[in-house]
């Protein structure tokens, strides 16, 4: 069964600052990784969808890379800003429908 | 932009009452899914449906059933509420291929008293 794993589960850092955060997963047989952004008492927000066949996609701020075979990605943020501050969550797609999602990073960027 | 509508964002319900739970999308996506999200335990898929009529038990299904009469509505059934379902409900759509995202709608919460 597909584990995925995010560390740390929380992170506080001052405005401006670069935001790293890390997925793992167990099994490489996936179709894709997919990270998402998540407001409080909300739904989620697709931020990046990384193909099985891609190292990395990038959108304005934000970068994710995939490693497969070492089972990680990283989520980066350039220059965070307090509208960054939500829970992060990576999801992996094995060969079904059905997507596999880590516990999530909450981030809260200090003004 | 796609749009995936939950009709209630938040719910009240009694013990032992039926509820329905609605999503609907509008980009014609072939499969939809249903999750809950709670605190520790992250989402668990319940159900999902990959056409017309079809579904698949999630991870969860035990106490729940679900209803896809036409491809852009996907109804959850809490048969008998009971109060370890409070949580938030979260639907999602997708088309199936590989390169494309899967996208929810804003959640209900459900409380069951």
């Known amino acids: 069964k597909q584990e995925v794993t995010q560390i740390p589960a929380a992170l506080s850092v001052p405005e401006g600052e670069n935001l790293v955060l890390n997925c793992s997963f167990t099994d490489s047989a996936i179709y894709n990784l997919q990270w998402f952004r998540q407001d409080p008492g909300k739904g989620l927000t697709s931020l990046l969808l990384i193909q099985s066949s891609q190292r990395e996609q990038t959108s304005g701020r934000l970068n994710a890379s995939l490693d497969k075979s070492s089972g990680r990605s990283t989520l980066y943020i350039a220059a965070s800003q307090p509208g960054d501050s939500a829970t992060y969550l990576c999801?992996?797609?094995?060969?079904?429908?059905?997507?596999?999602f880590g516990a999530g990073t909450t981030v809260t960027v200090r003004a | 932009d796609v749009k995936v509508t939950q009709s209630s964002r938040y719910l009240v319900k009694r013990t032992g009452e039926k509820v329905f739970l609605e999503c609907v999308q509008d980009m014609d996506h072939e499969n939809m899914f249903w999750y809950r999200q709670d605190p520790g335990l992250g989402l668990r898929l319940i159900y999902f449906s990959y056409d017309v009529k079809m579904k698949e038990k999630g991870d969860i299904p035990e106490g729940y059933s679900v209803s896809r009469e036409k491809k852009e509505r996907f109804s959850l059934i809490l048969e008998s509420a009971s109060t370890n379902q409070t949580s938030m409900y979260l639907c999602?759509?997708?088309?199936?291929?590989?390169?494309?995202?899967?996208?929810f709608g804003d959640g209900t919460r459900l409380s069951i008293l």
């Open positions: 999801a992996v797609r094995p060969s079904d429908y059905k997507l596999s």
């Open positions: 999602a759509s997708s088309s199936p291929w590989a390169n494309q995202p899967q996208h």
